[in-house]
């Protein structure tokens, strides 16, 4: 019996993949978490075989869970699931030791195909995210100035950094967590390969983002 657990905080995605999941003979969801911090209590007592797990969470990067979970539990396979496709942040999941990245446009068969992919020892990149890659090797894209995909959210927040809002201030403005817009911070700033806020919106200027 292969066992899933599911760490994502919207309880629409974590429902139907538990629902979608419990029809399999062969699989048995152990359980879900919303935070960083529940999963990792949870799994300090259990070591599933697959973990499928968000990249936006309340609490925590879920680049960071991943590599902190892995330390812990490293015989689990961790399928990244996420809306982001990025280049960058696919790179960085699998340098986080993720065994796949999934996005959740994918459909029950690929999801499938991804758990037994990993469970062989292989790693695994859903279709519409492995066009990511074709395209950054691809010699006539290369030519072409590689543009940061942003969400309409993290535009708005880049613009407020941009104008000297700290991450509280933010938070009040757009009726948000503070933790959301630190998630949203640290995803700009991997996207744009930064490691401060400053160097982020140098980076943002540099390709006009701002």
Request: hydrophobic share 40%.
């Amino acid at each position: 019996m292969i066992s899933v657990f599911i760490v994502d905080d919207h309880p629409l995605v974590a429902d139907g993949l538990s629902t979608m999941l419990k029809t399999e003979k062969d699989i048995t969801v152990i359980g879900v978490a919303k935070t960083g911090a529940d999963a990792l209590k949870m799994l300090e007592k259990n070591e599933p075989d697959i973990i499928l797990l968000d990249i936006n969470l309340p609490d925590i990067n879920g680049l960071d869970l991943c590599e902190k979970i892995k330390n812990s539990n490293p015989h689990s396979k961790i399928l990244m699931l996420t809306s982001i496709d990025d280049l960058s942040i696919i790179t960085q999941s699998f340098s986080k030791k993720a065994n796949g990245y999934l996005l959740k446009d994918i459909d029950r068969t690929e999801l499938l195909r991804a758990i037994d992919t990993v469970l062989e020892g292989k790693n695994y990149i859903s279709i519409s995210a492995n066009q990511k890659l074709v395209e950054s090797f691809d010699p006539i894209n290369k030519t072409i100035p590689q543009m940061v995909a942003l969400t309409r959210r993290e535009k708005e927040i880049l613009l407020l950094l941009d104008q000297g809002f700290n991450g509280p201030t933010i938070a009040e403005q757009l009726c948000l967590s503070n933790y959301t817009i630190e998630t949203h911070r640290k995803n700009l700033m991997q996207k744009l390969g930064s490691n401060t806020t400053q160097m982020l919106l140098n980076k943002a200027r540099e390709q006009n983002l701002i």
